[in-house]
């Protein structure tokens, strides 16, 4: 009893942890958001020559927004499973209290027998609901990565793009790198995520 | 676990008071809980926070069937009175709660829903156990806002809720007061910081003493018999409460 307990308690601050990485990720989508936006100015002035740089800058703002939003449907389902494991926690107490007074009864121990049995079944479907929601949030984080990855390797030919830029070549490349070291940013916050929910 | 004690019986009617656990953890307050038992039916008093729960419900089934207790009655809001609503809605889902009707929505935060709280207005008003009949007495600002009793008048009892309470040692158990000067002594803090105002009191003890008590049983401590019960009314009606015990 006391282990599915503190099992709990551990799913509770796994979702606090996740809460805490999702602000950092949508912090930086923020920035990439913003950096694209000017990046997209900044090739509009340079003209032909930059016209991949561009297209490049619009495919990373697209990445943020999309980002964002998986952000924000993470954070739903945290929410979510914040209160899954909330009720369980509070059956379990329930539970250890009930069954504490069942085993001080010399009589009517029936009368909680029957209770005692329905909240066991109900704790277990929390728990599979619980471990349901955990998948799809590790489901998500995955979809996280891929876009991250795509983001990577895009960045990678915006560094490649700006090369082309000719008097707007450097500044292109500090445009570049700024993306490069913000997506690479987001890649670790997310794998610590995965490997917490993972472990658990 | 606690014991339970019955303090009146005449007839079909009962009153079993259920106190004084020596298990109980010094953190957590001691309290009374009272069952008054009619015809099969029965009503619980101020059932208790939740941690206190198993210790309760053990005591009652010694003395009933937990299943014939049909509804409860909470004095007030706060959590030694009725943090355990969950438990006793988890264990007979068809409970029903007594409570003043300022605390309808804030005490389902323990548990139940509009269902299970019925609200006494400020009033007070008859509630029926049975055939039998008890009234919810109003004692407002006692200390709660909204601050209910309940009245036993073939009994001749008044649960008293916090009022009369008294913050005993661990070695003073006993169930009735004996010393009635060495007792107030553990009741007199206790009144003067959680009933504060004056007139309240005084409307309180004006009302009281025009009825027919032979008990006065209170959430916390032991219980006033006889003539200690006018004994604690005049004591509680001369008392200093408020802000004015505060001034040194």
Known sequence: MQLHQSQAADDLLDMVRLNEGIKKVVIIAFHINLMALNAILLANRAGRTALGFGVISKELRVLAVDLTHLMHDLKADAYESVNLITVLLRQERRKILLESARQSLSQHQDALVAVIETQQNEQTSQRQRISQLRVKLLEKLDDARRICQFGIAISRSAKIEAAYGAGYSMQLSDVSSDFDQNIHAILPALDLLCQNLKDH | MKQAQVIFQEGDLSWTMIARDPAKHGYVIDTNEYVITYGGESILTDPGGSEIFPAVFSAICTVIDPLSIKSLFASHQDPDIISSLGLWLDFNPSLRCYTSRLWTSFIPHFGGDDETLIGIPDEGMPISLGEHRLDAIPAHFLHSSGNMQLYDGTAKILFSGDVGAALLPDDANEVFVKDFDRHIDYARGFHQR??????????????????????LCPQHGAIYQGADVMRFINWFAELPVGLMTFRK
Do not use: F, H, P, Y
Request: hydrophobic share 40%.
């Open chain 2, 194 to 215: 959680w009933m504060g105002s004056t007139e309240a009191k005084l409307d309180w003890c004006q009302r009281v003493s025009s009825m027919n008590i032979d008990m």
